[in-house]
T-cell receptor, first 112, second 117 residues
Framework: NAGVTQTPKFQVLKTGQSMTLQCAQD?????MSWYRQDPGMGLRLIHY???????DQGEVPNGYNVSRSTTEDFPLRLLSAAPSQTSVYFC???????????FGPGTRLLVL | AQSVTQLDSHVSVSEGTPVLLRCNYS??????LFWYVQHPNKGLQLLLK??????LVKGINGFEAEFKKSETSFHLTKPSAHMSDAAEYFC???????????????FGQGTILTVHP
């Protein structure tokens, strides 16, 4: 049982490049979420999903796309990276009707 | 709507002395509240959670927190700090609207705890 895994751990992009941050969980959790962490701002919700095929926007969705084709995977796509997207990104999952969310180890992204 | 305010961005204590990290929240519904800890360059680890049971919640590593509805507070305490407690701590409220829990978390800004020898 690996829990929540994220790849890559670290990435450097140039402005305008695209990439996908991968997130997977093996706990059969219905809910998955993406957060970004910036200094002094805690974690802010980007997008979330309540099940396969269902996604919704969080607090800061602009510049990011998501999809949920399977229960296990919830990739986050940056279509055209901007320096403002330099951040640490965390994926989380939880079971329906349970409060505790489980976080992945994070992806550190630098956009030049 | 819900929000969380952590009243101190930095707290510094000596090893062996008590720790107090303060958190106030606002929520339109009966909230679920959490404290998470993040050690440098690590992910987030759940310390403890309040979900409408006992108001005094005990967590891992000797931490505990008390839910005070009248004060809308959920302060984190530990009787005696250890060097390994040095980390950033986040107070978090969960959106549990009317029994249908979407589980969207709202984070406080974080409190960095420094422990001096």
């Amino acid at each position: 049982n690996a829990g929540v895994t994220q790849t890559p751990k670290f990435q450097v992009l140039k402005t305008g490049q695209s990439m996908t941050l991968q997130c997977a969980q093996d706990m059969n959790h219905e809910y998955m979420s993406w957060y970004r962490q910036d200094p002094g701002m805690g974690l802010r919700l980007i997008h979330y999903s309540v099940g396969a095929g269902i996604t919704d926007q969080g607090e800061v969705p602009n510049g990011y796309n998501v999809s949920r084709s399977t229960t296990e995977d919830f990739p986050l796509r940056l279509l055209s990276a901007a320096p403002s997207q330099t951040s640490v990104y965390f994926c989380a999952s939880r079971r329906d009707r349970e409060e505790t969310q489980y976080f992945g180890p994070g992806t550190r992204l630098l956009v030049l | 709507a819900q929000s969380v305010t952590q009243l101190d961005s930095h707290v510094s204590v000596s090893e062996g002395t008590p720790v107090l990290l303060r958190c106030n929240y606002s929520s339109s519904y009966s909230p679920s509240l959490f404290w998470y800890v993040q050690h440098p360059n690590k992910g987030l680890q759940l310390l403890l959670k309040y979900t409408s049971a006992a108001t005094l919640v005990k967590g891992i590593n000797g931490f505990e927190a008390e839910f005070k509805k009248s004060e809308t507070s959920f302060h984190l305490t530990k009787p005696s700090a250890h060097m390994s407690d040095a980390a950033e701590y986040f107070c978090v409220v969960s959106d549990s609207a009317g029994g249908t829990s979407y589980g969207k978390l709202t984070f406080g800004q974080g409190t960095i705890l420094t422990v001096h020898p």
